[in-house]
């Protein structure tokens, strides 16, 4: 399966700014997927991001919040913008979901605003 | 949206014992069915999944029955061993127009004592 990694692994962050998380994949995939674990909570989608064309959002989640980028077949940003404690949560992105291909995640990004 | 419920949601065995985790999906459209395990720290790896026109799949000590009639699937894991211990997920798909992402179940805590 693909080697996916994230970038930060963790980070703290004050209130009201804003982080770009990385998501780096050893092969090309047309897929990406961005979720959201709150703590001790289940995976949320929040976007899926297909190169060469604009996120698609899951209800609940806007492009102004969690803006998307897909530049090329293996690498995907999430930014979480003007960030509250709300917003404390496990990202994650995985790869795959096409025709039989399984999903696979890298290990997040484990994310406390104070 | 459409839900995919989990039970239980902590399950304690001992050692050699076989643990079972239960799931249920809404959507009739969802035709793959991942099982994750995820431990501390790490993202969900896929650990088995099963697809609708199979009933039963399993790989040494795990196994997955999926009854599409009823819209359940369970996973089974034999002679488990304190390293089985983690959060399981289930999950199902959700059709997309070029593929598929994941509704998941709200995960089992399971602990295996020796």
């Known amino acids: 399966s693909a080697v996916i990694s994230q970038k930060p692994s963790r980070d703290i962050c004050q209130r009201g700014t804003s982080l770009t998380i990385q998501c780096q994949v050893d092969?090309?995939?047309?897929?990406m997927f961005w979720y959201r674990q709150q703590p001790g909570q289940s995976l949320t989608l929040i976007a899926t991001?297909?190169?060469?064309?604009?996120?698609?959002?899951e209800s609940g989640f806007v492009i102004d919040k969690f803006p998307i980028s897909r530049p090329n077949l293996t690498f995907s940003t999430l930014t979480v913008s003007n960030m509250s404690p709300e917003d404390s949560s496990i990202y994650l992105c995985?790869?795959?979901?096409?025709?039989?291909?399984?999903?696979?995640f890298g290990d997040g990004t484990r994310l406390s605003i104070l | 949206g459409e839900n995919v419920e989990q039970h239980p949601s902590t399950l304690s065995v001992q050692e050699g014992d076989s643990a079972v985790i239960k799931c249920t999906y809404s959507?009739?459209?969802?035709?793959?069915f991942p099982w994750y395990k995820q431990e501390l720290g790490k993202g969900p790896q896929l650990i088995i999944d099963?697809?609708?026109?199979?009933g039963e799949k399993k790989d040494q000590r795990i196994a997955v029955t999926l009854n599409k009639t009823a819209k359940h699937f369970s996973l089974h894991i034999t002679e488990t061993q304190p390293e089985d211990s983690a959060v399981y997920f289930c999950?199902?798909?959700?059709?997309?127009?070029?593929?598929?992402?994941?509704?998941f179940g709200k995960g089992t805590s399971l602990l295996v004592t020796p």
């Open positions: 995985s790869v795959g979901g096409r025709g039989d291909q399984p999903q696979h």
């Open positions: 092969s090309q995939v047309t897929m």
């Open positions: 991001a297909n190169q060469g064309s604009e996120a698609t959002y």
């Open positions: 959507d009739s459209a969802s035709n793959y």
């Open positions: 099963i697809r609708s026109n199979v």
């Open positions: 999950a199902a798909s959700i059709p997309l127009d070029s593929g598929y992402a994941l509704n």
